[in-house]
């Protein structure tokens, strides 16, 4: 959305995942696995307290850190679920076909109940992350809106990230109405989707615009922005 030159450079580079994300998928399936009942007379410490698995070629050592901060944020999907009489899905992958066929994500869970749909982000990563006008879990709102839901229907969008320190605290929430987030879905994400589309896409390189993309080692307009070329 900051950038829409950077899809047309992807298929150039491998994407790369680094030893943070790698950690965030481990502490996961954590959290699936607790979601999912898995476990059996055993608690997620005993199971996993410990324990190296190989993810994306790392080798991590299971911590209580780790483990506390999965068990955080099913406490608080637990929680919710009971207060909505909700139906939980986790690990649901949600689209906006009406948008673009691109624009789809895999959420890690989301509660429907009467009229309410929560959808709840862990983050395990140090960095803090802003929940209001979130674009990510504004993408999953509206899957899951355009499946679940309908006028009437509120959504409240919730990060959990319990690895960090946050003005708001770990756990920070922000509701919109039907109505607003289907205005967003075209006026804003409309547009940065098809300004992606165009045959000479427009390229933002600035130090926040780049910090995290993959495709920045074979852009010319980061390479000059930076002052290389």
Not at 134 to 152: C, K, M, T, V, W
Request: proline residues 4%; contains cysteine; negative net charge.
């Amino acid at each position: 959305m900051s950038c829409p030159g950077m899809p047309s450079l992807m298929d150039q580079v491998e994407y790369k995942v680094g030893m943070p994300a790698a950690v965030g998928t481990l502490i996961h399936s954590m959290t699936e696995m607790l979601l999912k009942e898995r476990l059996e007379n055993v608690t997620l410490e005993q199971y996993w307290l410990g324990k190296t698995e190989c993810v994306e070629d790392f080798e991590i050592e299971v911590d209580k850190d780790m483990i506390q901060c999965a068990e955080v944020y099913v406490e608080y999907v637990q929680k919710r679920k009971e207060e909505l009489n909700a139906k939980i899905l986790v690990e649901e992958r949600v689209s906006m076909e009406e948008i673009s066929p691109y624009v789809w994500g895999t959420a890690d869970a989301i509660l429907i109940g009467k009229n309410e749909i929560e959808i709840i982000d862990l983050k395990s990563g140090k960095f803090p992350v802003d929940v209001e006008h979130n674009p990510q879990l504004l993408i999953y709102s509206l899957g899951a809106l355009s499946r679940y839901g309908d006028e009437s229907t509120t959504v409240t969008m919730t990060i959990v990230q319990p690895r960090t320190w946050h003005k708001d605290g770990p756990i920070r929430s922000y509701s919109m109405s039907a109505a607003n987030l289907v205005e967003w879905g075209y006026e804003t994400l409309k547009q940065a989707t098809d300004a992606c589309d165009e045959e000479n896409p427009q390229f933002n390189p600035s130090d926040t615009n780049c910090r995290w993309c993959n495709a920045r080692e074979v852009c010319d307009a980061y390479k000059t922005f930076k002052g290389e070329k």
